[in-house]
Nanobody
Framework: QVQLVESGGGLVQAGGSLRLSCAAS?????????MGWYRQPPGKQRELVAT???????KYADSVKGRFTIIRDNAKNTVDLQMSSVNPEDTAVYYC?????????WGQGTQVTVSS
């Protein structure tokens, strides 16, 4: 059973930084999975933030390019999201995601609140 456990969310002031972490376990296929972060702002749909394939190809939402960095450690089965220069529009529940083939798994989410 694949498990994704997020940590690192909280309250941060605009312009500040925050690092989210996701620990993945439960399958040998995690090492070939595309790992990613998504977020769901209040009253809105879930949206992509960043993904990172096993071949190190990254994809970022336009709104976070240059501010957020996705980092993967295959030895530890972790994927982090380094967030910098945050603004109130980054306020959301952030979810870790793992996907390969037809399989897709989600973490429980961690709240990030940016105060102005």
């Amino acid at each position: 059973q694949v498990q994704l456990v997020e940590s690192g969310g909280g309250l941060v002031q605009a312009g500040g930084s925050l690092r989210l972490s996701c620990a993945a376990s439960g399958s040998i296929y995690l090492k070939i999975a595309t790992m990613g972060w998504y977020r769901q702002p209040p009253g809105k749909q879930r949206e992509l933030v960043a993904t990172l394939t096993s071949g190190c190809t990254t994809k970022y939402a336009d709104s976070v390019k240059g501010r957020f960095t996705i980092i993967r450690d295959n030895a530890k089965n972790t994927v982090d999201l380094q967030m910098s220069s945050v603004n109130p529009e980054d306020t959301a529940v952030y979810y870790c995601n793992s996907a390969w083939g037809i399989n897709q798994y989600w973490g429980q989410g961690t709240q990030v609140t940016v105060s102005s």
